[in-house]
């Protein structure tokens, strides 16, 4: 908001009873959570206190942070598959006019209407319970956000600046890589921070029911014992998790990038 | 550069359009033939059982049970998001409990958390389902709407507090005509994670609905049938969205 850019010095000390308000609230849950949990049984509700133990113990074995590790492999896979195949449909569509009805019309559309619980189920019946499911399932889910945004980002190129660009050389291989690519940065960026962001709910239901590692594999043999606190533990280091990188990695990276290229 | 394409470019386009489906079809065709039924049935066979299907009481039934909980998740969705975005909007100090706790929780919280929570907590039911769909819809609205809100032209506001004084007022008839196109968009995302994603809670914890038919069908490799069923899914989120959200669009365009 623009306002906040020139708010006096006052204003600048209110920011402080926001934030403190924000941390109140905090407490209060867990206070909440808490005084929940010593009616409630452990199986439905476990306090705080074992969940934060467990959190703990998440982050000091090996085991537990195997299937962190087999998650990050997942959606790094299905990230860099369906990314390679969304952008070079969106590349085909904007290069060959012929094809963009199709492309734009036929083929994204289906795919963005297929739901994800059936490419899951459907491919656990085509290759069982493997990594290679869980992979699968999440990148033909995800293709069609690449191909949307990248689409998107293909069709706010500067005509201007294509122009110029073709003053200087009519190989379309050179100016691709110098002109179109650099000016699509701003959008595989925020592509691939949506896509981080979808990447993680389809990897969890994909794993659960189609993996024999990661985060989701972990949530299910928890639900078969009845371990809540487990799969408590497990929800809140993902929340964490997911919002750290976005917050602190993804989104400074995106942020640093557009500046560059937008400016 | 995108050429602008002549009739004849255009024609020729639709006609390559349209081939890429029979070749698709015709793939599917000529794969299904050299594979068991369990693995990969023919397009014809799933076509048959998706007639089939559409005179099954049972079926259609279950379909009517899934859109309505659809239906109930998007609007309770929508009021709680909303609510939520307006409270923050409105009330400053509030803003930071909405903005950096309640939104990114909610926004990062695996979808499949809340299925196996409300299968933990609630009996296998409307309830249940209802839940979890809620749960996993309110981030998107709430972000949206919000997103609504920063984008009111304040001068627009300005003019109306010169009008009254009368907060209701304003909020009845300025602030919530100008956040219908952020609410609409915000109808279209979560319908289409309601069918692609938030039918997860109907795997885990329903008798009845699409996605217990499809875990149903799965189970008992029956894949003909799993394939109708999410054909039947395409055929529902693509009419949703042309009969009713694409014309409300263009109703209440942005302005």
């Known amino acids: 908001m623009n306002a906040s850019r020139t708010a006096p010095l006052w204003q600048a000390g209110a920011l402080a009873p926001r934030k403190l308000v924000a941390h109140l609230f905090t407490l209060a849950f867990l206070a909440a959570w808490g005084a929940a949990s010593l009616v409630a049984p452990s199986y ?121 660009a073709q003053s200087f050389t009519r190989r379309r291989g050179r100016m691709l890589l110098r002109v179109v690519v650099p000016s699509l940065y701003p959008f595989i960026f925020a592509t691939l921070r949506i896509m981080f962001g979808v990447a993680w709910k389809v990897t969890l239901t994909a794993e659960l029911f189609g993996g024999n590692n990661g985060l989701g594999y972990m949530i299910n043999l928890a639900r078969q014992e009845f371990d809540t606190t487990t799969i408590f533990a497990a929800i809140i280091f993902i929340i964490a998790f997911v919002h750290g990188v976005d917050r602190y990695v993804l989104g400074p990276l995106q942020a640093s990038v557009s500046r560059h290229y937008a400016g | 550069m995108r050429a602008e394409q002549t009739s004849t470019e255009r024609v020729a386009a639709r006609l390559i359009g349209e081939g890429v489906v029979v070749l698709a079809l015709l ?85 499949i958390g809340w299925a196996i929570l409300a299968a933990i907590w609630f009996d296998p039911g409307d309830f249940g389902v209802i839940f979890v769909e809620v749960a996993i819809l309110i981030p998107f609205c709430l972000i949206n709407i919000a997103e609504g809100l920063r984008n009111i032209d304040r001068e627009l506001l300005e003019m109306g507090q010169s009008f009254t004084r009368n907060r209701a007022r304003i909020l009845w008839r300025l602030t919530l005509p100008l956040l219908v196109p952020y609410g609409l968009s915000a109808t279209r995302i979560a319908y289409g994670i309601a069918w692609k994603i938030a039918l997860v809670a109907e795997l885990l914890g329903a008798p009845s609905g699409i996605g217990y038919l499809m875990l149903r069908a799965q189970t008992a490799a029956d894949s003909t049938t799993f394939l109708a069923t999410c054909f039947v899914i395409v055929l529902l989120f693509v009419a949703g969205e042309r009969l009713v959200i694409v014309p409300l669009e263009r109703r209440f365009a942005r302005r």
């Open chain 1, 44 to 164: 439905l509700l476990p306090s705080p206190l074992q969940v934060a133990q467990r959190l703990w113990l998440f982050v000091t074995s090996a085991r537990d942070l195997g299937h962190l590790g087999s998650s990050l492999f997942h959606v790094a896979a299905a990230i860099t598959i369906s990314f390679t195949v969304g952008a070079l449909l969106a590349l085909i569509a904007y290069y060959v006019p012929a094809l963009r009805l199709a492309i734009e019309r036929r083929i994204g559309p289906f795919l963005n209407s297929f739901s994800a619980i059936g490419w899951t189920l459907l491919s656990i019946m085509w290759f069982g319970v493997s990594p290679l499911t869980v992979v699968f399932a999440i990148s033909v889910v995800l293709v069609p956000f690449a191909l949307v945004n990248m689409s998107a980002g293909l069709a706010d190129l500067d005509a201007e600046i294509i122009e110029m």
């Open chain 2, 27 to 111: 793939a599917w065709w000529l794969s299904a033939r050299h594979l068991p039924e369990f693995i990969l049935p023919g397009p014809v066979a799933v076509g048959r059982r998706l007639v089939e299907l559409a005179v099954t009481p049972e079926f259609l039934w279950n379909v009517l049970v899934s859109s309505w909980r659809v239906l109930v998740a998007i609007a309770a969705a929508l009021f709680i998001g909303g609510a939520l975005a307006l409270l923050a909007y409105g009330v400053p100090w509030l803003a930071d409990i909405v903005d950096a706790r309640i939104a990114p929780v909610l926004n990062s919280f695996p979808s």
